[in-house]
């Protein structure tokens, strides 16, 4: 199969999962969205596929998402619509310019999720201060990281092994 087709299905995939992961969780009351289930098909866009596409899956996921379901709600789902881009350029990017070495999945998976939450912060700072309301270090603080670990752990325990097993079974993209 051509790779440009390819990523395209692939990135596709990881959409429609990210449509629906949350479905999942969601049955978890207290714990479900603290598990960020949209946020890990795209960053397994990125290592699948490259930044190109895990930058446009994350960017689309959740404002699609919000236009399908009204889940999650605006201005959420634009903040969001950034960070998640910014978790698929940068599984992406890292993926492809770090050595292929195990250990490696893990530094572009953790370096990703930070950068992201960073750009969380930017683009929260940014859009809830132009509606008047504002953002606080102690709200980044809280959102990027406390309410966060859940979500950051089921990340760090569950990519990685796929992502080396789809690296074992071939399907994973080597540059």
């Known amino acids: 199969m051509n790779r440009k087709v390819r990523s395209l299905v692939l990135a596709a995939v990881c959409v429609a999962l990210g449509l629906v ?3 999942l969780t969601g049955q978890i009351p207290s714990i479900g969205s603290k598990l960020s289930p949209m ?8 290592f699948l596929c490259g930044w190109q596409y895990g930058l446009a899956a994350g960017f689309v996921l959740p404002l699609l998402r919000n236009l399908l379901f009204g889940m999650p709600p605006m201005p959420v789902a634009l903040i969001m ?3 998640m881009a910014t978790y698929g350029l940068c599984t992406g990017l ?8 195990p250990a490696y999945v893990y530094v572009t998976l953790i370096a990703s999720m930070l950068i992201g939450r960073v750009v969380w912060g930017v683009v929260s700072l940014i859009v809830y201060t132009a509606k008047g309301t504002g953002f606080t270090f102690a709200a980044f603080l809280a959102g990027a990281f406390t309410n966060a670990v ?3 752990i089921l990340h760090i325990v569950l990519i990685p092994p796929i ?3 789809l690296k074992r079974a071939k399907i994973l993209r080597e540059e």
Do not use: Q
């Open 163 to 165: 992502v080396l097993a």
């Open 39 to 46: 946020h890990i098909p795209v960053l397994l866009c990125g």
């Open 150 to 152: 859940p979500g950051i």
């Open 21 to 23: 992961l949350p479905f």
């Open 81 to 83: 619509a950034f960070e």
């Open 94 to 101: 890292l993926y492809k310019f770090l050595p292929k070495k």
